[in-house]
């Protein structure tokens, strides 16, 4: 009923540049919400920013200022543009969406590998 595929990962050095990208097979504006998402070794899965059809963003603490979640409606794609990459930021980066409002995230990507080094 609809796959999330991301791209756009790879290394850099630390205060580089990344733009994921996460297609979606069906259109987007299906979805209630798009989130991004990452895991970094040793550490739990945590949210990294949220967009919703209704235009409202968030993004966590740590990523907050240096990160920005976009859609592009007419590709069903959405972007994580990300700047001034620290070894923090380290991880497996994943697209979701969550189709039905108060439900937890039903579609997810398989995931692309960001790391940063020092």
């Known amino acids: 009923q609809g796959q999330l595929a991301e791209s756009g990962g790879g290394s850099v050095q630390a205060g580089g540049s990344l733009r994921l990208s996460c297609a979606a097979s069906?259109?987007?504006?299906?979805?209630?919400?798009m989130a991004w998402h990452r895991q970094g070794p040793g550490k739990e899965r945590e949210l990294v920013a949220w967009?919703?059809?209704?235009?409202?963003?968030y993004y966590a603490d740590s990523v907050r200022g240096r990160f920005t979640m976009s859609m592009d409606y007419g590709r069903n794609a959405v972007y994580l543009q990300m700047y001034s990459l620290k070894p923090e930021d380290t991880g497996m980066y994943y697209c979701?969406?969550?189709?039905?409002?108060?439900?937890?995230?039903?579609?997810w990507g398989q995931g692309t590998q960001v790391t940063v080094s020092s």
């Open positions: 979701a969406a969550q189709t039905y409002p108060g439900h937890s995230y039903d579609r």
């Open positions: 069906g259109n987007i504006r299906s979805f209630n919400t």
């Open positions: 967009f919703s059809i209704g235009g409202m963003t």
